[in-house]
Each structure stands twice: as structure tokens, then as C-alpha cells.
């Protein structure tokens, strides 16, 4: 890595990345990370607890958005605090057997802040889904070299 | 439902070890979608001055949820998971988490608020690796927010 913070500047874009969700990745999260709450797999089961459909898990959001910081920074052992608020749930629809998603997260990020002192920079990234903000305060620390 | 006032404070100490398997921040890596020659390749890896292969930045939620399931499923907090909705999450890495790791999570209850007819309930869970002896390691603090749904909400 090689990211030097004299060659930042708050405001500077880290660039942006698109992640196209169906529920087949959801069920594939489930089962990697543990989490089997069904609303994030039973249709029925989520409308019944007053959720407009399935949903993704918030964890995915977050986990799936951070590799636009993580290729950033060049080693995912830079990443030192992640951080997020989950505001708006991200509604995934059943695409299952077509090529569709069942949704679309857009995720960019800025420098937030530098701090020459730890000698790291916060990465603000914004994540959208359906044209709604489903993150917010979603805020990076990397260690730059 | 009434959430127990008293939860605040209360700490779960470190249970089941958990072992980081190579396969399994694999399987995580790609669940996630990340794409990070760390996360994958043991060579990539090391090229990066690493032991082994590299999890991604929100691993812990695996150990940290673990962790959790002490408190939801404990039937003095009176917390019905089926209205739980995450709020927020926080991971602070004192050191990676990498595959060989040994992991062990302490859980603290660091606030319960009355919202509404719920709860916002706040966590903390203090992630170490086990080393040799009785020596262990700080290496994640992971904190979160659950709302717990009051009837109607």
C-alpha cells in the first residue's frame, strides 16, 4: 500500500462501486455469518411482522460496502474502525430464476477527515438503495502507510 | 413484552472458542462480495506481510452475534428476537483477525433505554486471541445497537 496522507485531501472521491443483491445472496449470507433471522428469506414470515417484503440483512449492506474502501487502501488489515447507523431497510425483491436483481446498492466514498497525528484517513461512504439512504454516519478509518 | 431495566451492566463472560478457518473468511469474503486477493490467497496474503489470509472488516460480526445469542435468548432480559431491528455497528481492530486466529468474546450490556413500548439495547463485545498459556490478545471491539420493537411498532 501505498497511500501517502500528504497526497490527501478531505473532499477527495475514493470512487464508487455498484452491488446487485438477489435472494439467493441473501440466503448465502445467512449461512456464512450465522444470522437466520427469516426476514431476511421468508416472504411471508417478513410481511408478517409488518416488513413490506424480505429484506437484506444490515450486515450485508455494511460488509458488501466496504471493499470500495478495502481496494482503496490496497490490504483490508488497513481498515481499523468501520462504523454505521442502518436508517432504511434494503428491500429485495424475488428475482429468483432470471438474471435480475432483486435490488441495487450504489456505494461511493469521500476522505471525511485526515489525522496526521494517527496517521489515518476516515472514509465517508454513502450507500443507496431504491434512491433512499439505507446507511448513514457509514464512516472508514484507514491506516495509511 | 418488557425489556428488564436491570440488563444494563450485566457482562457475559468469554464462552465457546472460536477457530478462523481459512474456508470460512472464504466463504464470508464471498457472501459479502468482496473481492480482495487477501481474503482469498494465502501468497496474496503474505505478499501484504501477513500470516495468513485476511478476514474482512466486518467478520467479528460472526463472534459478536455469537456473543449476543447469550443476552436475546436469555430469558431474564425478555427479548423477543423475532421484533429485534439492528440500529447501528461499530467494529474497532486492534490487530486483523486472520486465519488460524483462536477467539474468544466477552459480552458487555452497556446501555438499555426505553423507547416507546421497546428497547434500544447497546453492546459490547471485547474479542481476544487466545496465545500461549493463559496470555490473550485485544484484538476487536465490536459495539451495536438493537431496537427492540414494542407491539405496534
Redesign the interface.
Known sequence: ?SLSIHELSPGQEIGSRT?EVTRT?LV??A?????F?PIHWNEAFATG?ELPGVIA????T???A??L???WA????A????????TKPVLVTDTTGTEEPGATIEVSGLIGKLDAEANTARIDLTVVAAGQKVLMKAQ?VVKLS | MTINPDLQGRSYPAAEVYDVGREKIREFARAVKATHPAHFDVDAAKGLGHADLVAPPTFAIIIAQRADAQLIEDPEAGIDFSRVVHADQRFTHHRPIFAGDRLVAELHVDGVRAMGGGAMITTRSEIFALGSGDSREPVTTTTSSILVRGEGQ
Open positions: 500500500m452491488v445472496d448465502k449470507y449461512g456464512a455469518s450465522g444470522d433471522n411482522v440483512h444490515g450486515m450485508f455494511m460488509g458488501s466496504v471493499q474502501v478495502t481496494d490496497g490490504d483490508p488489515a481498515v481499523v474502525d468501520f462504523q454505521t447507523r442502518f472508514a
